[in-house]
């Protein structure tokens, strides 16, 4: 093997040009870096909207065993703007906001009580006192809510098919 030839022994148009090397290496880089941080903004916007969902979402559950008064015929449809209404100032209109007593969106299920099993969950009628289920716990009227939302659509661009375009939610509380 020959050594490499000194630089005053080269011919003058093979001289050793290091000056564009930085920015050829830059350039190369440059999209990977950006795909990168894209993704780690994507994930960081995700996670604090899914974040955001699930504390609206518990903050109505909250508030609906507050107001566990108006889980009955006579106040389920003021119950349900109440909740809507806190969810909507939270998440902002694009939010669906579903919001359930026993199960049914209207107040057709309001007189029953709801058991839950350990495998199952059965409907059974019970007067103005609820009777112990089966396993001795006390039945009770539950109030579910489900909230749907889109994701922005900056994330959609960042993230494309990765992520899905709505996120979801929901909480059911026994109300007495």
Not at 60 to 86: I, K, M, P, Q
Not at 161 to 166: E, F, G, I, T, V
Request: contains cysteine; proline residues 7%; aromatic residues 6%.
């Amino acid at each position: 093997m020959t050594p490499p030839a000194s630089p005053a022994a080269r011919p003058p148009g093979f001289a050793r040009a290091d000056s564009g090397v930085a920015a050829t290496e830059f350039a190369l880089l440059l999209p990977v870096l950006l795909l990168l941080a894209g993704g780690i903004l994507a994930l960081g916007f995700t996670i604090d909207l899914r974040m955001r969902l699930t504390a609206a979402v518990s903050e109505a559950a909250h508030l609906a065993s507050a107001e566990a008064a108006l889980a009955n015929a006579e106040g389920f449809s003021r119950l349900r703007d109440t909740l809507n209404e806190c969810l909507h100032a939270r998440l902002g209109e694009a939010a669906s906001v579903a919001v359930r007593l026993n199960a049914a969106a209207d107040t057709s299920r309001a007189g029953r009580y709801f058991c839950l099993a350990a495998d199952e969950a059965s409907w059974r009628d019970a007067g103005s006192t609820p009777a112990p289920c089966p396993d001795g716990s006390p039945a009770g009227r539950f109030v579910t809510i489900a909230v749907d939302l889109p994701m922005p659509p900056f994330l959609a661009t960042l993230a494309g098919s990765l992520l899905a375009d709505r996120m979801a939610d929901q909480a059911t509380v026994r109300v007495e």
